[in-house]
């Protein structure tokens, strides 16, 4: 991997932590998870109509990406409504490709390498160093389920795209489209079930998650674009430094207690990550 796409790879990581970071910012949460979801539709579709139209079997995994990319938000903002960013973010971050490597193993007849099981063991030891702070920091405990219920989400929806993209025979076009579906679900089912007055109405909510979706684009974009020039795994596990921004921009901006087991934790999760993607 040459020095430019290494630093570009790490950019992407610090996107991907950053756009985290301004919902987590925001006054409104779920207003401006339903922001940045309406700013996605627009930015897909300037790609996906760029690209042949997709074949009737690609929808299917389409729709089914984008409602689990629904959950995945839903379960995201309200664990950052209940949680430090440093602390919710490694954890539903990092539990996601321990679970996405357990299920590719039952269900994918994927081989799982020796190192690939010190990463999955790696990784519980990290996540469950993290959430032990939850309880002797006397936080609060329903961060839990919520940030393990994003992992999931991200778990489901890694292992959705990635047979999706197969079936497209286009990532580009399909991850666009799953852009698109992904903005109107969100956006849609909140607004019918919390009503129009979730969205915040002052321009600096609506600038901070409009940049919040730039960001997401462009920590993917990147990523993808490095894919080409490198190794998948090398990439995919250098993305994973996020967690370490993530945590870095919850101590340094949002003033969230640091301790030393929360940095271990951290940097115990990331290990597992790289383990478990090269």
Not at 63 to 76: D, E, N, P, V
Not at 242 to 270: D, H, P, Y
Request: proline share 3%; aromatic share 12%.
């Amino acid at each position: 991997m040459s020095l430019g796409v290494f630093l570009a790879v790490l950019g992407a990581a610090f996107l991907h932590a950053l756009w985290n970071a301004l919902i987590k910012v925001g006054s409104s949460k779920v207003g401006g998870m339903v922001i940045l979801s309406i700013t996605e539709i627009p930015i897909g579709l300037a790609i996906a109509l760029s690209r042949p139209w997709p074949k009737a079997e690609v929808w299917p995994w389409v729709i089914a990406a984008g409602c689990t990319h629904f959950f995945y938000k839903s379960f995201l903002v309200f664990a950052y409504e209940r949680g430090d960013l440093s602390r919710v973010y490694p954890i539903a971050r990092g539990a996601a490709p321990m679970v996405v490597a357990i299920v590719g193993f039952f269900f994918l007849n994927d081989s799982i390498t020796g190192h690939q099981y010190a990463g999955i063991i790696t990784l519980g030891l990290g996540i469950a160093l993290m959430a032990r702070g939850v309880f002797s920091q006397a936080e609060d405990r329903k961060l839990l389920p919520l940030a393990l219920g994003s992992a999931c989400a991200t778990a489901t929806y890694t292992l959705i795209d990635g047979l999706g993209a197969r079936v497209s025979g286009d990532a580009v076009a399909y991850v666009a489209w799953v852009f698109v579906a992904d903005g109107l679900i969100f956006t849609t089912v909140s607004l019918l079930w919390r009503g129009t007055g979730i969205v915040p109405r002052d321009a600096k909510s609506w600038g901070l998650a409009t940049f919040a979706s730039a960001a997401s684009y462009g920590s993917y974009a990147v990523a993808i674009w490095a894919m080409t020039f490198a190794p998948l795994a090398v990439v995919a596990a250098l993305r994973e430094t996020s967690i370490l921004f993530a945590v870095l921009m919850g101590w340094l901006i949002f003033k969230e207690r640091m301790t030393g087991e929360k940095a271990l934790a951290a940097a115990v999760i990331v290990a597992g990550v790289i383990l478990t993607r090269i």
